[in-house]
Each structure stands twice: as C-alpha cells, then as structure tokens.
C-alpha cells in the first residue's frame, strides 16, 4: 500500500462512452500527475498538478480531460476514447522539492477501449 | 532531451545470485534517481531513492548507486529470490526542464525472472 489509491482497477468502455477514473492520496503531497503505460513503451507523463492547478500538458488529445478539486483527488475524465488508448493509467503524487521529491503510485487503472 | 536506458531488457538468474541492473541517462543535470518495482498489471513501488548530492542509497538486500558524471545508475540486488521477480524502472528528475515540480522520466525496465 503506497497511500495512492486509484478506482477503478480494471475498465472496459466502448468509443462512445464517457467514464471517469479517480485518484486519492492522503500523504500530504501536493502534486499529482497521471500517467500512461502502454505495452513496449516507457511510462508517459499526461499532466501534472500543483497545489490543485494544472502546469503540465504533455500534448494530450483533448478526449482525456483532467480535473483536481483539490491537492488530494485528481479524476481524469474520458470521452470518445480510441482503441489505441487501451494502457494502464497511473496517478502518482510527489512532495515538495524540499522533502526530495519522492514519487509514489497507486496501482494504476487497466483501461480497455472497445 | 533526457534520454533514460535500461539495459538488459531482460534478465533471468538462478535464485541466490547477485545481480547488477544499469541505467544510463544523457543529462547529467538531474534532482534525483528513483528505482522502482512493479509486478505484472500493477503499479510502481517505490524502492529506493537517491538524491543527487549522493552517490548511493541501501535498503536490505538492494544498493543503488549514482555517478552523474557518467550518466549511470545501478541496482544491486543481493542473494536474489524468486519473490524479486518484477519488472525494474529507473526514473530521474530533470533539473533543467522547464515545466512542474517532480516530473519523472522513465526507462523502459529491465524484466527480472528469479529461478527457484
């Protein structure tokens, strides 16, 4: 247990459909960022937050729409998703650039577009 | 653009051996180095980190060293089990880039099979 939890853990969605996934973390981080683990491919960042406020975009298509209410729940929403975009998806939060920068995941959201 | 590799992609010993896990990255102006772990469909376990000031970083059976100035890191998996079995990533913190706090670049992994 990393003290990021993400939900679901598995998802089946059509092309057409819209769902959402969730991350929590109550380590007192304030940043969280999601991340996208494709087969044979290096883990790629999608977006960060800091302090509840989007500073990163990593030229993610516009069908993936993040929301962070606040520093200890990020959502990513989906809509109109391709097949390509069956991976794991992955939040993780950080400390502070003081405290090292440490990263921790949750378990991560085994997506599967049909 | 920092580039990470990990070489071998994969790995397979025999249990109770030692075993070396490299890393190299291009830019040596980094924060920090982090080993993770993750087992087949889950997430990343953080396993250890070192910060750039530091050359290594122990934690029961597994050491991690760092020479930026040669761009390589290395894990050092001690008296190896089955249990260790696992896919390893190394990630770095870019001290140069210019977007958030934290943003972590990853290697591809290097697949570790431990025989019984």
């Known amino acids: 247990e990393t003290g990021v939890t993400q939900t679901p853990r598995h998802l089946v969605m059509g092309m057409t459909n819209k769902k959402s996934l969730k991350c929590e973390q109550h380590l007192g981080h304030n940043a969280m960022y999601w991340y996208k683990q494709s087969a044979k491919k290096p883990l790629e960042l999608m977006f960060v937050y800091n302090f509840k406020e989007q500073t990163e975009n990593n030229s993610v298509p516009s069908r993936f729409s993040p929301e962070c209410p606040n520093s200890s729940h990020l959502f990513l929403h989906l809509h109109t998703l391709q097949p390509e975009d069956s991976a794991l998806y992955l939040c993780a939060s950080s400390s502070a650039p003081g405290q090292g920068w440490a990263a921790f995941f949750g378990q991560g959201t085994r997506l599967t577009v049909v | 653009k920092q580039e990470v590799t990990q070489i071998p992609a994969a790995l397979s010993v025999p249990e109770g051996e030692n075993l070396v896990l490299n890393c190299s990255f291009t830019d040596s102006a980094i924060y920090n180095l982090q080993w993770f772990r993750q087992d087949p469909g889950k997430g990343l376990t953080s396993l250890l980190l070192i910060q750039s000031s530091q050359r290594e970083q122990t934690s029961g059976r597994l050491n991690a060293s760092l020479d930026k100035s040669s761009g390589r890191s290395t894990l050092y998996i001690a008296a190896s089990q089955p249990g260790d079995s696992a896919t390893y990533l190394c990630?770095?913190?870019?001290?140069?880039?210019?977007?958030?706090?934290?943003?972590?670049?990853f290697g591809k992994g290097t697949k570790l099979s431990v025989k019984p």
């Open positions: 990630a770095l913190t870019n001290m140069n880039y210019g977007g958030s706090q934290g943003n972590l670049i």
